[in-house]
């Protein structure tokens, strides 16, 4: 039924939508940025959302739909960064408040790998909460973590030596 039909009761689309951005937005921003940089990965969210409001019949009614817009964030960002870097280099004004050598890093792992390690380290996401936005298992989720860690450790040059 498409929305504009008698059959749909507008205010129900827009109350269920509405709470889904509330419980949905705040971790698919946090992941977007994450894999993107922070103003793609705003852009990405808005691109989502935006998409899903105009499809909210469809995409409610999917198994993840948190999932899909992921996605459809993802597939937004990668089209709008082409030959732009991730995390741009700091300016002589601008001190960077990390690491120095951990934005190309970071910028060199594969997208899912900094996605995970985003997640996980940088913003405290358990390893189910990942799994569920990314719609992966749990030990796939490990498995880019610690290969992700891996290459981040080598690439800033320490140790996991504790």
């Known amino acids: 039924m498409a929305r504009g039909s008698p059959l749909v009761d507008q205010d129900t689309l827009t109350e269920s939508f509405t709470e889904f951005v509330r419980e949905v937005e705040p971790r698919l921003r946090h992941a977007l940025c994450a894999a ?3 103003d793609a990965g705003r852009d990405a969210t808005a691109q989502a959302l935006a998409y899903g409001w105009e499809h909210w019949e469809r995409v409610s009614a999917m ?54 390690v985003m997640l ?3 913003m405290e996401w358990t390893l189910s909460e990942v799994s569920e936005l990314l719609g992966v298992s749990k030990s796939t989720v490990q498995t880019q973590l610690e290969r992700g860690m891996a290459k981040l450790r080598k690439e800033v040059g320490v140790s996991d030596e504790r």
């Open 36 to 38: 993107f940089g922070a």
């Open 63 to 116: 198994e993840n739909p948190a999932g899909y817009l992921w996605g459809v964030g993802r597939n937004h960002a990668r089209r709008a960064r082409r030959h732009r870097p991730i995390f741009p280099e700091a300016t002589p004004d601008r001190t960077p408040r990390v690491e120095p050598a951990l934005p190309g890093g970071l910028a060199k792992l594969s997208e899912r790998q900094r996605t995970v």
């Open 120 to 122: 996980v380290h940088g």
